[in-house]
């Protein structure tokens, strides 16, 4: 009677000490539609590497930024991979919170990466985090509404011609708005698109000293520009639309020209989701005083957290999802169009991406001519085109985010809206203790 | 006879233009999660063909009912543990005061006022060290103090309004005090009680600050399911409002089902 209790018992010991083998990472991932397919594909990675099971955390990108950086300054050990941006990785480097990842397999190809991208994850020359996909910024506009007023689009646009070309296309009665950009105020939204018009203005964030330099005179300049266009000739409301809302207003055809993020082309050139995707035209970023950070590089990638307890595996997921095998996979099976971009100079060599999306070239030009460590016309001490790698960025960013969006309301005008965030800019500078 | 009738029609028009200002944007999250991504961010309007698009994207990316049990567990938990501490301590405020017992329920509210990210970290902290992050006790214990304030405070109400005689005459008949409490003051205020506790259920439901940061993916419930679907890039609308729609059918149907107890607790004694 007590043997015949005891076996099952042992049988399930047994068992449960075999599933304690197993290992199971936790991902955590931003909602965005290159993300949602690799969650699709989970069982292709599980059956190609049995004993791994994964599970996923995905949230939106500003909640996953906070429930990451509380897990990892505090070493919570909840998350086996993180899904950080550009910005992070160098930071969270620094402080040893992400495993160096100086072994890669060969198979990896690692020199396969583009340059630029694996600069912009490295701290010390190694790389903590591996790419997913990458993105630089370009113009897209409408062919149809560009050859009916005459005008042919040059190699290099200036931000003088976009200004022209928005008032002739402009025609707000039938709801057509000559350009579309970002004005909701945030470090990561309105700031990413103004920290580039500043750059090709030829302004910089900081000094060497690293003091402000919102009140100079290329920062008024710039910003009155961008005022004047998006008030002229820009849709109503404009302070309230971020990528999302510029995306589906240039989709469904209200916008002549549209300057944002490379990775929308994708979207943009689906006529599935989209109402221009056989007018669709595209350009390099526009520039004034200097083709410097004129365009921004930005890439979503995968560490691992110094606190995970399952890191070889969490290195088995990240070589898997951002290897070429993988965007083959994708190729494969959603179609080339929707393979992750700007990781790889192999994508760019593969016939079927480049017969697929014919934005390839203008998207791997401006990815490679990016250059984060050297992107304003005066020298700056900060690395990033369209942001400043300090932990202390995020804060500035977003409050000089909000001057920008007052002054693009009209609550404000421009040298006051510029003045307050200058203001702002050196205190939040002089209590982070970088002078006194 | 006339004016009354005026008077009651105009009363029914106000109260129908309230419900339907309050219940609006809830409707039309239901009607958007029936929308394609792209109606969803066109121009508004309530004629299109219905699809159930939406529905499959989202049961195709994440399990609803594993965030669901999650959701059930934790809300019913903290609402139970709350209400057993609660229900004593409510007790001696109501009937046995001393001279400190407005002092302690205005010290107990006051926790309230605090933001909830203030204590983040250090909460974390403890969380990690004793190994509950991610996990429904946890999560319970957190809502159990975060509601217990509100909970000892309508409790409290509820039993004041209790005539103390009949606990007296309780113990006349020689009733201990638990058997005073189980069998006189609970059966007596249950109405206040089940109102009491349906609002930690719902408090509890839709907490999304400690669900959101205290769990990843074993404990998650279903604030954590809904934030999954928004996004700040590509369209998510139609996604996010069926997501919205089956995370809030579970607490809205409860809520249907006990309404009666929950009006008759919430105007409890409001008649004197």
Known sequence: ?????????????????????????????????????????????????????????????????????????????????????????????????????????????????????????????????????????????????????????????????????????????????????????????????????????????????????????EWQEAISFYVDLMNNYGPPGASSNGFNENQALFSSGRCGMWIDATSAAGRIYDPRES???????????????????????????????ASSEEQDAAKQFITWATSQEYIELVGETEGWTSVPPGTRASTYEDERYIEAAPFAGFVLEAMQNADPTDSTLKPSPYTGVQFVGIPEFQAIGTQVGQSIAAALTGQMPVEQALESAQRSAERAMRQAGYYD | MNTSRTQRLVLAVVAWSITFVIFFPILWMFLTGFKTEAQAIADPTLFFTPTLESYAAIQSRANYFHFALNSVYVAFGSTLLALLIGIPSAYSMAFLPTKRTKGTLLWMLSTKMLPPVGVLVPIYLIFRDLGMLDTRIGLIV???????????????????????????????????????????????????????????????WNEAFWSLNLTSSRAAPLTAYIASFSSPEGLFWAKLSAASTMAVAPILIFGWLTQKQMVRGLTFGAVK
Request: hydrophobic share 45%.
């Open chain 1, 275 to 305: 109402d221009v995707a056989d007018v669709l035209g595209f350009s390099q970023a526009p520039v004034a005083e200097t083709p410097k950070g004129s365009h921004w590089l930005w890439s979503w990638a995968l560490g691992i957290p």
């Open chain 2, 142 to 204: 957190v809502y159990t103090l975060m509601n217990l304030p509100i909970v000892i405070w309508m409790l409290y109400t509820f039993f004041k309004d209790l005539p103390k005689d009949i606990l007296e005459a309780g113990r006349m008949d020689g009733a201990s005090t638990h058997q005073e409490i189980l069998f006189l003051l609970i059966p007596l205020t249950l109405p206040g009680i089940a109102s009491t506790g349906l609002l930690s259920v719902i408090l509890s």
């Open chain 1, 1 to 217: 009677m007590k043997l015949s209790h005891a076996l099952p018992l042992a049988t399930l010991a047994v068992a449960v000490s075999a599933a304690s083998h197993a290992q199971e990472i936790t991902v955590a991932t931003v909602n965005n539609n290159d993300m949602v397919i690799m969650q699709s594909l989970t069982d292709e990675f599980e059956q190609a590497h049995p004993g791994i099971s994964v599970n996923w955390v995905v949230l939106e990108e500003n909640v996953l930024r906070q429930r990451l950086t509380t897990d990892i300054a505090t070493g919570g050990g909840q998350f086996d991979v993180m899904t950080i941006g550009t910005y992070e990785a160098p930071i969270w480097a620094e402080r040893g919170w992400l495993v160096p990842l100086d072994d890669l397999p060969e198979a990896y190809q690692v020199d396969d990466l583009l340059r630029p991208v694996r600069d912009g994850l490295s701290y010390d020359g190694t790389l903590h985090a591996l790419p997913f996909y990458g993105e630089s910024s370009m113009l897209y506009y409408r062919t149809d509404l560009f050859e009916q007023h005459g005008i042919s689009m040059p190699e290099q646009p200036s931000w003088d011609e976009v200004y022209e070309w928005a008032g002739q296309i402009h025609d707000p009665d039938n709801r057509l708005y000559g350009i579309c950009l970002r004005g909701k105020p945030g470090w990561g939204e309105n700031m990413a698109f103004v920290s580039t018009l500043v750059n090709t203005f030829g302004g910089r964030w900081f000094d060497e000293d690293w003091n402000p330099e919102l009140n100079s005179p």
